[in-house]
DNA sequence: TATTAGACTAAAATACGAAAATAGTCGAAT
DNA sequence: ATTCGACTATTTTCGTATTTTAGTCTAATA
């Protein structure tokens, strides 16, 4: 890692810190630049924007989600205990990375555009690897439902589905029986 | 039907049309009263708020989007279809009338309380329903992946899991294969 | 008596301009 | 190549005057 990646690094980690504090509308550029001990316009030469801050920072929290539950499950082998684990795994990640970054609600109104882009790009990243999942699992044959034609279409279903599980479920408190059945419900079916 | 709920009717029908064309915010309570060819305060004395206008309507719409589905499922006899059925029949129904007031999304912000209210009661009702699917569905023993004693978490879990797709199949063009795909998946399992 | 409307009030939304805060630029310094 | 401080152009905030609108009350009417 060069020195500007260093740079660019640590203006990441400082603000993760003042957007989980503070939210996205309510910090400043200064107070990012503050909290990296940078002058504010030293941001501008290795971002170009806020928003640009803000979109890398959140979609690196959100690789995070993906690669942590993408190694939990690489040492299972039966395809649907792989979905069922990956399933698990991004659930109950992305519940605590929502609870830090509890603003994210409050900040997504006057801010659509860049959240649904952010949100986008991990739509697209997630459906990917489902993708893969979901061709594995046709190539043992242990999915007797699915047919290889709608692998496509069925990697876009299960992303809504998961996304909305994820809504759902941040509303009440933890309840890891009911991640449980839906990720049964969502692998074995009723 | 006396006199009293035919002239509450009206004021349904007529307010069912401003909201449609206005939205919550934007419609005063005059707008209701003129298209209902009353004065202000005759609404008054039928309801006791624009909210309780908005709510009594919403809800209105709401159940007939139940009975529309249950009725079209009442003649199917497999458990399994008749839940692929009902998930079929109330997403779609649910995307028509998202589409005619298509305003709900911008009146969200500043009434979350009473949408949140509707919303929960609508979400207990088809939480109902599908218990009782369930219940049919274990009886005759043709859910074997689904627990007795998971029931109830099950159709709670269902409800999120039907309130995510809703939510993402809104977002594109009408694809009848996805909603297919869905429910397959929901039902069936991968 | 049950129902309606018009006048009225209190509260909320809107409009607007001045003042303050903030995003983003630029040239000089290192 | 990197950083900063001074500067500008936008936004946001804020106070206030004005208008709109929800909701009440009383009298009229059928």
Redesign the interface.
Known sequence: MNRDEEVKQAIMVAAKRVFAKWGLNKTTMEDIAGEAGKGKSTLYYYFKSKEEIFETVAIDELNRISLKACTAIETIDSP?DK?KAYITATITEMKQIVGIYSFIKGDI?GNKALIDNIRNQYDQSEEKILREM?RQ?LKLN?????KEI?LN??A??????????????FLENE?S??ID??T???????
Chains 1, 2 share one sequence.
């Not at 876009?156 to 479920?169: A, C, D, E, F, H």
């Not at 419900?185 to 009723?190: A, C, K, S």
């Open positions: 649907k979905m109104k979901l699992g242990e999915f007797n439902s699915l709608e279409k069925a876009n279903v299960l992303v809504g589905m998961i996304r909305g599980l994820q809504l759902y479920l309840d029986e009911k059945i839906a049964r419900l969502l692998v074995d079916g009723l």
